[in-house]
T-cell receptor, first 113, second 112 residues
Framework: DTEVTQTPKHLVMGMTNKKSLKCEQH?????MYWYKQKAKKPPELMFV???????INESVPSRFSPECPNSSLLNLHLHALQPEDSALYLC????????????FGPGTRLTVL | QKEVEQNSGPLSVPEGAIASLNCTYS??????FFWYRQYSGKSPELIMS????GDKEDGRFTAQLNKASQYVSLLIRDSQPSDSATYLC????????????FGKGTMLLVSP
């Protein structure tokens, strides 16, 4: 089973709202990733967690705050977003950081008004 | 700067034909190569991975890797309209940790 789940599927929020995206995997993977994807562009890496520790932050603005409560869960907390942050947010996981094969969740379609 | 290049397309083929998707990469130490399929509005789905030179077949899909030429391709035999999607080539180079570098994707259109 290579399933990564994400909630919610769709999210509409105002620029003053605080919301969270959730990602879960039960494959025993120890590396988890957040990507942002704009229309007709490839996914852009935002954060990498390895063994529940943040190992890569690709210079993402502080209005995006990742959290890894345990090895199966990954959250992305959103606050004071801008309309240009509207995108598809993808979570992925891999066995660990040295293993390349990443499996993506279905994504959360975020619209910031 | 690692780069992965793909023709953006669209690549149009008739149903039943072979679709050939190509990808070149700039980082010579790249070790792992992936093809993801992405339908409009959906997330990327892993189609194939390849790690060594040569061909790797899985059903209607064949991935080909030539590290000397820094070239990886995906052949889709007996193309079906349901294969119409954007195909993303992704490359990684292990250096203590690995991150994927994606190409911009090639849109494939299979006409009935």
């Amino acid at each position: 089973d290579t399933e990564v789940t994400q909630t919610p599927k769709h999210l509409v929020m105002g620029m003053t709202n605080k919301k969270s995206l959730k990602c879960e995997q039960h494959m025993g993977h120890r590396a988890m990733y957040w990507y942002k994807q704009k229309a007709k562009k490839p996914p852009e890496l935002m954060f990498v967690y390895s063994y529940e520790k943040l190992s890569i932050n690709e210079s993402v603005p502080s209005r995006f705050s990742p959290e890894c409560p345990n090895s199966s869960l990954l959250n992305l907390h959103l606050h004071a977003l801008q309309p240009e942050d509207s995108a598809l947010y993808l979570c992925a996981s891999s066995q660990d950081r040295s293993t390349d094969t990443q499996y993506f969740g279905p994504g959360t379609r975020l619209t910031v008004l | 700067q690692k780069e992965v290049e793909q023709n953006s397309g669209p690549l149009s083929v008739p149903e039943g034909a072979i679709a050939s998707l190509n990808c070149t990469y700039s980082d010579r130490v790249s070790q792992s190569f992936f093809w993801y399929r992405q339908y409009s509005g959906k997330s990327p789905e892993l189609i194939m991975s390849i790690y060594s030179n040569g061909d790797k077949e899985d059903g209607r899909f064949t991935a080909q890797l030539n590290k000397a030429s820094q070239y990886v391709s995906l052949l889709i035999r007996d193309s079906q309209p349901s294969d119409s999607a954007t195909y993303l080539c992704a490359v990684t180079a292990f250096s203590g940790y690995s991150t994927l570098t994606f190409g911009k994707g090639t849109m494939l259109l299979v006409s009935p």
